[in-house]
């Protein structure tokens, strides 16, 4: 399966490192299709305006319904298809979370909806709950410009989960908040040299010892949530 991926913003260019890298070896091997549009170029006037002043008024400028709609009957089309999912992501969305993403890489067609200014007219993400799956994610409880940066986010857990993509997908099982898994932050990790600058590696880690380097990373896990996730042991 190809998944499709479609972004639509008025700085496209963010989503030209979507060419490199692993992302980029997902397009090479034919994994995802990426194609980012400027909604610019759904505009008429000579200004290529997107945007205009909150009715009801208040501080800032919000992105106007048309350019959107015409994107979305250029792009997506005009008919209804729940199988096309839409994703808005919004300081107002929900969490946007691992088993969210383990969903949404086996949908086949996926495009993110990038905001800017204060937000896009809410009627926008009213027509497309008629017409294809919406999701409007929060990625966390901080306020960033636009939906670009989460919808790279977003997009790298995604691609990452797709089969095939990953070279050992046995690395995927292990993670944290992978399913199945404990809900437990990673254990420290450790590589050679063994000494560095006077800190040595744990000496279990060394030992050979399978089941005592399991307690003792297990441990770790366990120490390290209950300090920074608490909310994660509930
Ligand atoms: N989690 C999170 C999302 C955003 C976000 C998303 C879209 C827009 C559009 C204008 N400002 C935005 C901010 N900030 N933080």
Redesign the pocket.
């Known amino acids: 399966m190809t998944m499709r991926l479609d972004y639509l913003s008025i700085f496209p260019g963010y989503f030209d490192v979507l060419d490199i890298s692993l992302l980029g070896k997902a397009v090479d091997n034919g994994l995802v299709e990426v194609h980012a549009h400027d909604l610019r170029d759904w505009t008429h006037d000579r200004h290529r305006t997107v945007d205009d002043t909150p009715c009801g008024g208040g501080a800032g400028m919000v992105m106007k319904p048309d350019p959107w709609g015409e994107a979305f009957d250029g792009i997506i089309g005009i008919e209804p298809d729940p199988s096309v999912h839409v994703i808005f992501?919004?300081?107002s969305?929900i969490p946007f979370t691992q088993s969210a993403a383990q969903e949404l890489s086996t949908v086949e067609r996926v495009v993110f909806c990038?905001?800017?200014?204060?937000?896009i007219d809410h009627r926008v993400i009213d027509y497309a709950r008629t017409m294809w799956t919406v999701h409007e994610l929060?990625?966390?409880d901080?306020?960033?410009?636009?939906?670009e940066v989460?919808a790279l986010a977003i997009t790298e857990a995604v691609v990452r989960l797709i089969p095939g993509f990953m070279g050992n997908p046995e690395s995927l099982a292990e993670e944290s908040f992978s399913p199945g898994q404990e809900r437990l932050l990673e254990y420290p990790l450790f590589t050679r040299p063994v000494s560095w600058r006077g800190m040595d590696v744990p000496e279990v880690l060394m030992s050979g010892h399978h089941g005592r380097i399991a307690e003792w990373r297990r441990e770790e896990s366990l120490l390290l949530t209950r300090d920074r996730r608490p909310d994660l042991t509930d």
Request: net charge neutral.
């Open positions: 992501p919004t300081p969305g990038c905001g800017r200014y204060e937000g929060s990625l966390g901080y306020v960033l410009n636009g939906g989460a």
